[in-house]
């Protein structure tokens, strides 16, 4: 049952990988990747009406989580 599981879990990874992220990540392992994104600690605290993400500079730089989440954005798909 693991393994039924981790191979979708790896292929979304990879996919998001090579679909998403800035060049300067795009060659960082999958482990890098979860250490790195998922596995920090952040705080989401809510402001006027709007949701603000707190989370360590250390892990990675706003300039390149604020181009994957662009990435993301373009994934969207277009209502037809």
């Given at each position: ?50 949701l ?5 500079e ?20 277009v209502?037809?």
């Amino acid at each position: 049952m693991r393994l039924a599981l981790f191979v979708p879990a790896y292929n979304l990874g990879n996919f998001l990988r090579r679909l998403v992220l800035p060049p300067e990540m795009a060659r960082w392992s999958l482990t890098t990747l979860r250490e790195k994104l998922v596995k920090i600690g952040a705080r989401l605290t809510r402001h006027a009406r709007q949701l603000i993400l707190q989370m360590a500079e250390v892990a990675i730089p706003r300039e390149l989580f604020g181009q994957i989440l662009s990435g993301i954005r373009r994934l969207t798909p277009v209502p037809t």
